[in-house]
């Protein structure tokens, strides 16, 4: 039985709101939370598992996960985050309200019964965000202000932390907006350059993917299209395929009775010998190895 956080764990006194830093190297087993939890990934990368799924997260990432969904962190490389928690009974009268906003009826609302949300329609979870290089700052800053509420404790703190989580909630709503809108998605920013090559290669993993596929998809030159790529995710994109491949192996591994040969052809690896090492080399352990402990 996975281990369950209680906002006892964080939170003695005020409102159920807080931030908790923190930074995972490695593997930080499965557990769930008795509140809602918002993640905001500050640096490093990591393979996160949640409801059957196993996405990559990079930095500038953010997502949340409702109250009692069990999640963990998977082969996590200097990963830091900002873990925003919180009970929905603190927003009162505002939690309706919300929860009408795009992105948080998913968090906010009735979670929809088993096996009726598809959250592989669109490219990436639907819950996760890629917060563009010109918010992350911003981002980090409200995250910092919540902290800096509950640690000053100045007159009216509590009221401040409610405050600003709504205000937080909504920042999140509109991100999440504009991020599912194509029509917002600017050759000049985040979204033009790095969001395009997540895109691609969420649908085109199963394929060979080179270089010049990723040039064509952002206009760009191969040389200034790895440098922005880098510069916001701190991999080489192809760095960011191979990882991503080891992702949606995972992913298969766990969820299907595919032979270990058939996952790696389907995964976008050229033979199983190869896709084995790289596996081995990501996860700590070869293909069958890691089916067998997960499913124990």
Known sequence: MSEVFRHEDYVSDGPVIAIVPAEHHGRM????????EIVYVVDGFTLHSSGGAINLLVAG?????????????????????????????????????????????DMLGNPPPDGDADTR???????????????????????????????NRRTG????????????????????????DRRTISADDYYGYVYKIL??????????????????????????MTRKFKSALHMTPSEYVRKFRIARAMELLCTT???????????????????????????????????????E
């Open 157 to 180: 703190w509590e009221c401040a932390l409610r405050v600003r989580l709504a205000a937080f909630l909504l920042r999140y709503a509109r991100m999440y907006a504009d991020q599912w």
């Open 61 to 105: 990432d953010l997502f949340f996960v409702r109250p009692g969904e069990e999640h963990s962190y998977i082969n996590a490389y200097q990963t830091k985050l900002y873990n925003l928690i919180f009970d929905a009974g603190e927003l009162g009268s505002l939690t309706d309200d919300l929860a009408l906003l795009p992105g948080l009826a």
């Open 199 to 224: 895109a691609y290669v969420d649908t085109h993993y199963s394929e060979p993917v080179t270089m010049n596929d990723l040039s064509r998809v952002t206009g760009l030159s191969p040389d200034y």
């Open 257 to 295: 009775d595919l032979s270990v040969a058939a996952v790696a052809e389907k995964t976008g690896f050229s033979d199983v010998s190869l896709f084995s090492r790289v596996f081995k080399q990501a996860v700590g352990l070869p293909p069958a190895s890691y089916r067998k402990n997960a499913a």
């Open 29 to 36: 087993r499965a557990h769930s939370h008795e509140f809602y």
């Open 121 to 151: 329609d669109e490219p990436h979870s639907i819950r996760l965000l890629h917060v563009p290089m010109h918010e992350r700052r911003n981002i980090e800053s409200a995250l910092r202000e919540i902290e800096g509420e509950r640690e």
